[in-house]
T-cell receptor, first 111, second 113 residues
Framework: NAGVTQTPKFQVLKTGQSMTLQCAQD?????MSWYRQDPGMGLRLIHY???????DQGEVPNGYNVSRSTTEDFPLRLLSAAPSQTSVYFC??????????FGSGTQLSVL | QKEVEQDPGPLSVPEGAIVSLNCTYS??????FMWYRQYSRKGPELLMY????GNKEDGRFTAQVDKSSKYISLFIRDSQPSDSATYLC?????????????FGDGTTLTVKP
């Protein structure tokens, strides 16, 4: 049972480049979300989805887009990368927001 | 002021000690209260969650919620070196905002053999 799978694990971008972080879950969870974690800080919610076709903004949505076309997948798009987006990104899924299963993270550096 | 404030630590305790990890919050609309454990370079994993005031026990771990004081705690009994990790408290709203969660900044715990 794979759980929540994130790819890639590491990525280096130049300022202005775009990319998509992939997230897939095989637990048939309706709820999925994206967080960023900066050094010494907790997780901040970027976007979340309560089901296919439904997304909403979290605490820090600017510069990121999401879509949810299937229950399994919830990709996060960086439109024009900025150094302030250097962070570790975690995808999570759950039956609700109160019991989350997290992926192993993507470490992103923007130069 | 942050909605969720977590005792910053770091904490260093000897093996076998009782550990107390604490968070306070300002939004009385929070309905679910969770504790996650995060090992270095790993994703967080859920330890416990609760939605009511009082205590909830699971093995060596006890989660305590006091909604009147807006205060939650996680107690670890008979701490082990394998408990060395960062502990994150988290809270979610209910109703139409049920998908939004807020995390504390984490407390790093080291249990020395």
């Amino acid at each position: 049972n794979a759980g929540v799978t994130q790819t890639p694990k590491f990525q280096v971008l130049k300022t202005g480049q775009s990319m998509t972080l992939q997230c897939a879950q095989d637990m048939n969870h309706e709820y999925m979300s994206w967080y960023r974690q900066d050094p010494g800080m907790g997780l901040r919610l970027i976007h979340y989805s309560v089901g296919a076709g439904i997304t909403d903004q979290g605490e820090v949505p600017n510069g990121y887009n999401v879509s949810r076309s299937t229950t399994e997948d919830f990709p996060l798009r960086l439109l024009s990368a900025a150094p302030s987006q250097t962070s570790v990104y975690f995808c999570a899924s759950g039956a609700g927001a109160e019991k989350l299963f997290f992926g192993s993270g993507t470490q992103l550096s923007v130069l | 002021q942050k909605e969720v404030e977590q005792d910053p630590g770091p904490l260093s305790v000897p093996e076998g000690a009782i550990v107390s990890l604490n968070c306070t919050y300002s939004n009385s609309a929070f309905q679910y209260f969770m504790w996650y454990r995060q090992y270095s370079r790993k994703g967080p994993e859920l330890l416990m969650y609760t939605y009511s005031s009082g205590n909830k026990e699971d093995g060596r771990f006890t989660a305590q919620v006091d909604k009147s004081s807006k205060y939650i705690s996680l107690f670890i009994r008979d701490s082990q070196p394998s408990d060395s990790a960062t502990y994150l408290c988290a809270m979610t709203l209910g109703g139409t905002n049920a998908g939004k969660s807020t995390f504390g900044d984490g407390t790093t715990l080291t249990v020395k053999p």
